[in-house]
């Protein structure tokens, strides 16, 4: 953001234009890390299920870390099963990078660590557990450093904080639900609606009844993923 006000100047579409560029970039992620887990017809509902979560589409238009940190979060994932694949260090060592950078953009990218020790146990590896364990122990000490460094930059107990006046103006969920663009929403949600319905009912017809959960499951993650 500071290189494009840098490069543009300082105007609203120069701090908003890299989290559009960087949110154009999580569908291919998205292909990346879902083709690891589900076959390309699945994988393309999943990448069009992410791209066009309305959720997805706010913050790739807002000047905030949020595109950021979930673009890297699903990079990190494609990294980590290109690690699964080769088990080279190399990838090892780009997926460490990846968790890092979006370790940078919010702490909360401590919940995708533990995913270090799934390509050991997926291929039973021990090698790739072990190399895995000492990522993940890299990872954890990377995360203690950083928060103390943030902490270290607020104020202490003995300090008082600057005093913020609330102007926000309170509103129900259902107002701001069915608002100006966040009509997407409930469109969004009768989309994936239709679209779970369809396929259980395409895969039961196919496949017979013991098909069906599975389809459930996704169609279930679908509809969080687009209420969320």
Request: contains cysteine; glycine residues 6%.
């Amino acid at each position: 953001m500071s290189a494009s006000a840098w490069l543009f100047g300082e105007s609203e579409w120069a701090f908003r234009v890299p989290s559009a560029i960087v949110g154009s970039f999580t569908g291919l992620a998205a292909f990346f890390m879902g083709r690891r887990f589900l076959p390309p017809h699945f994988n393309l509902a999943f990448v069009a299920t992410i791209v066009f979560l309305p959720s997805m589409i706010e913050i790739s238009q807002t000047a905030r870390m949020y595109v950021f940190f979930v673009t890297c979060n699903i990079w990190f994932a494609a990294c980590l099963f290109r690690w699964e694949r080769d088990a080279r260090f190399l990838s090892l060592f780009f997926a460490l990078c990846v968790w890092l950078l979006s370790l940078h953009f919010h702490s909360l990218a401590i919940f995708a660590a533990p995913l270090f020790f799934f390509p050991g146990l997926s291929q039973k590896s021990r090698s790739q557990l072990i190399q895995g364990g000492v990522a993940f122990g890299v990872s954890m000490a990377c995360f203690y450093i950083y928060e103390e460094w943030i902490s270290s930059k607020y104020p202490g107990p003995g300090e008082k904080a600057p005093r913020i006046v609330d102007t926000e103006v309170s509103t129900s969920a259902i107002d701001v639900l069915l608002s100006g663009n966040n009509l997407l929403v409930p469109a969004t949600l009768a989309l994936a609606v239709a679209f779970s319905i369809f396929l259980i009912a395409r895969v039961v017809r196919k496949n017979g009844l013991e098909a069906a959960p599975p389809v459930a499951f996704i169609g279930s993650g679908l509809l969080a993923m687009t209420v969320l």
